[in-house]
T-cell receptor, first 117, second 114 residues
Framework: AQSVTQLGSHVSVSEGALVLLRCNYS??????LFWYVQYPNQGLQLLLK??????LVKGINGFEAEFKKSETSFHLTKPSAHMSDAAEYFC???????????????FGKGTKLSVKP | NAGVTQTPKFQVLKTGQSMTLQCAQD?????MYWYRQDPGMGLRLIYY???????DKGEVPNGYNVSRLNKREFSLRLESAAPSQTSVYFC?????????????FGPGTRLLVL
């Protein structure tokens, strides 16, 4: 079964600093990988997704993630943090065991990002 | 275009009571999903519906039932609520195949079972 591990339940950075949120997955076949963001009291919003077209994926709000098969990683980065980036971030991998074509999403436990002024 | 909507936004139940969480999407998507979110656990799939008229169990289906009323609506029912079902519930929908598919989430329903 596929699984996702997010290192660090809480990450704090200063405004303007690099944001790095770590995600490792386990999968027997190359999966589809996703990063979602959840702002307080809201639903999840897709930041970006990897679907094997390119290893470096650019998303919304200046975020990007790089798929590294050798490291089974899909870390999320942003060069310069903004106060508005404070939210919880979830890495997810598709599991064709459930649901339609991509199937169910298997989520990591989430990383809360705090941005200090 | 409202996307995925959920009602109610917040509900308090007593143990043993029943209730139905409603979800609707206006994007003409075939697939719909119910997840629960618990602190430190991420989201876990309860049930899903790959198309109108079909439903299947996800990772944590016990204590829940679902109905895919039509293509737009997918409801989640708790027949006899338990404190362990205190959670935030998210509905999602998706369309497309392979690289084109993306799940869109509703704003969630916060449920407290006393």
């Amino acid at each position: 079964a596929q699984s996702v591990t997010q290192l660090g339940s809480h990450v704090s950075v200063s405004e303007g600093a690099l944001v790095l949120l770590r995600c490792n997955y386990s999968s027997s076949v190359p999966p589809y990988l996703f990063w979602y963001v959840q702002y307080p009291n809201q639903g999840l919003q897709l930041l970006l997704k990897y679907t094997s077209a390119a290893t470096l994926v650019k998303g919304i709000n200046g975020f990007e993630a790089e798929f590294k098969k050798s490291e089974t990683s899909f870390h999320l980065t942003k060069p310069s943090a903004h106060m508005s980036d404070a939210a919880e971030y979830f890495c997810a991998v598709s599991d064709p065991l459930y649901g339609g074509s991509q199937g169910n999403l298997i989520f990591g436990k989430g990383t809360k990002l705090s941005v200090k002024p | 275009n409202a996307g995925v909507t959920q009602t109610p936004k917040f509900q308090v139940l007593k143990t043993g009571q029943s209730m139905t969480l409603q979800c609707a999407q206006d994007m003409n998507h075939n697939s719909m999903y119910w997840y629960r979110q618990d602190p430190g656990m991420g989201l876990r799939l309860i049930y899903y519906s790959a198309s109108e008229g079909t439903t299947d169990k996800g990772e944590v289906p016990n204590g829940y039932n679902v109905s895919r009323l039509n293509k737009r609506e997918f409801s989640l029912r708790l027949e006899s609520a338990a404190p362990s079902q205190t959670s935030v519930y998210f509905c999602a929908s998706s369309e497309g195949w392979g690289a084109q598919e993306t799940q869109y989430f509703g704003p969630g329903t916060r449920l407290l079972v006393l």
